[in-house]
């Protein structure tokens, strides 16, 4: 049943208002319910800090392991803060500790809030009586300034009224830092592989030190904001009808044991064919097959089916269950062609060494046709590609007859041979790619990072860092520049309804030209 307000209830009859009585219940039993888990999850996570002290961790590792506690600490407060009721919410904000001002040193910028109008009503002019200001601290890379915000409190002497304008909602409610300096935050973090302590002293050699306490809090409350926007971005890339999915180890700490665990960060894209340029990580703790059964939504149910595509994968037994429900398979080419380069590279073998111009022509044919249109890639393909795969099979097939099993050839051979029908279906449609390359050279980046990932025991900053990074990654690959993407996305979020929440998503972002009432 819809939500009751106030003013509906003098309409229903006894039975509408049992209905509406018994749905509140339930909306607030399931609420309390969630509480009391992240509640929980918070008392864990606190005892987690403590007990770290005591683990016998590297330097680094009991840095990335204390920010990572704080950021998870402040995600499980954002989150139960929205479930809560707002008078419960002020009690808590009674006991959060008073900021201190900003330094009185750093360059200070005015943003003027004032009212349109100044007429009262009554045809009176209102009088300026005072003004409200709030500081924040922004930074641009090298350089922190503050923004003083200045609220004009304007008065009409006749009426009484006081007309002020009101304070822009913030990602951050109440928040010291604005926009620019959360998106930099997130963007050191996320996509050039600097940790929260390294950050600290960088901040602190541009003029002010930010305890990595408190940079951890932001980036655990910016996960929880961008989170609708990253499950929007998920649900456009299953409407796709071809996908890329590939997945790449992350070490976990784990509090409690002293050392790390091996979980998986898995990654879908669109092909470098769509129009829509997409990529969307999921974080889970193992490599395990129902993570990526979880992400597609299979099997589903008649009500909600789940994605029935095209998913160019490699060879990894994770992805065959999905094959079994509707999925449909295409081989990754580049994967069979490695293991004959190996083959060469290694042991300078002729078969490998015939197996790789086999291979050569139909990456030339892919090179010809990567920015044609589809009508026109699939001629070329048929035409000029269909000849040389089948040749390329038939070859195979005669050299498999002369090499023993379980050489190192003939396990190259049999991996072509087995996969034939799923490594040539790009050859009728060109809507398809040759290999996986595409999303390999999406997760290529973040190897470089691995270092810096290092996550305390649960799943949550695992998840935060996949959101992030889908967002970040998604932008670069649609030509915007991460930190313009990402600042303005963090200013436009607390005002767009959930309705046009797409609008925010990487492949429809244009920059908004910004006004003088700032962050």
């Avoid at 997945?247 to 784990?254: D, G, S």
Wanted: charged share 25%; aromatic share 6%; hydrophobic share 40%.
């Amino acid at each position: 049943m819809a939500t009751v307000t106030g003013d509906d209830l003098d309409t229903l009859d006894v039975q509408q208002l049992r209905e509406a009585l018994r749905a509140t219940r339930a909306e607030l039993a399931f609420k309390q319910a969630v509480i009391d888990k992240l509640t929980h999850e918070n008392a864990v996570l606190k005892r987690l800090k403590f007990a770290a002290k005591s683990e016998a961790y590297t330097p680094e590792q009991k840095s990335l392991l204390d920010e990572t506690l704080d950021t998870d600490l402040a995600a499980v407060a954002a989150e139960i803060g929205a479930l809560q009721p707002v008078a419960n919410q002020r009690v808590e904000d009674k006991r959060q500790p008073k900021r201190q001002p900003l330094p009185a040193h750093l360059p200070r910028r005015e943003i003027r809030h004032e009212p349109q109008n100044t007429i009262c009503g009554c045809g009176q002019a209102m009088q300026r009586i005072g003004e409200d200001i709030a500081e924040k601290l922004d930074y641009q890379p090298g350089v922190f300034t503050v923004q003083r915000h200045i609220r004009g409190k304007w008065v009409c002497t006749c009426c009484e009224k006081l007309v002020q304008v009101p304070v822009a909602p913030h990602v951050i409610d109440k928040g010291l830092p604005t926009c620019g300096l959360l998106a930099q935050v997130l963007v050191a973090k996320y996509l050039d592989h600097l940790p929260l302590y390294r950050q600290e002293a960088i901040f602190e050699r541009a003029g002010h030190a930010l305890a990595r306490s408190t940079l951890a809090q932001w980036v655990g409350e910016c996960g929880v904001q961008l989170q609708p926007l990253v499950d929007a971005l998920a649900q456009e890339l299953l409407r796709q009808p071809v996908l890329h999915a590939d997945e790449t180890p992350v070490a976990m700490l784990k509090p409690g044991h002293g050392k790390t665990h091996r979980a998986y960060l898995w990654s879908y894209c669109t092909t470098q064919f769509n129009p829509m340029k997409a990529v969307v990580f999921d974080f889970a703790d193992s490599r395990g097959g129902q993570h990526v059964r979880s992400f597609l939504g299979l099997p589903g149910t008649p009500e909600k089916p789940g994605w029935q595509g095209q998913l160019v994968t490699d060879d990894f037994s994770g992805y065959k269950a999905c094959f079994e429900l509707g999925v449909t398979e295409v081989g990754c080419m580049a994967h069979a062609r490695r293991k004959f380069h190996e083959l060469w590279a290694n042991h300078q073998s002729q078969v490998a060494e015939q197996a790789l111009k086999f291979f050569g022509e139909l990456y030339d044919v892919e090179r010809d046709v990567a920015d044609v249109d589809i009508a026109t890639r699939l001629e070329a393909r048929r035409r000029r590609s269909r000849p040389g795969a089948n040749a390329l099979h038939q070859w195979l097939r005669q050299q498999r007859q002369k090499i023993p099993d379980g050489s190192a050839t003939a396990r190259a051979i049999d991996y072509s041979l087995n996969r034939c029908v799923a490594l040539t279906r790009f050859l009728d449609d060109g809507d398809l790619p040759i290999d996986n390359n595409w999303v390999e050279n999406q997760i290529r980046p973040i190897a470089l990072g691995r270092s810096n990932w290092l996550f305390a025991g649960s799943l949550r900053a695992g998840k935060r860092a996949a959101t992030v990074m889908s967002l970040l990654h998604s932008a670069r690959i649609n030509g915007h520049e991460p930190y313009a993407y990402m600042c303005d996305v963090l200013e436009r979020l607390p005002l767009q309804p959930a309705s046009r929440i797409d609008e925010l998503l990487p492949h429809r972002w244009g920059p908004k030209l910004r006004t003088n009432r700032g962050e």
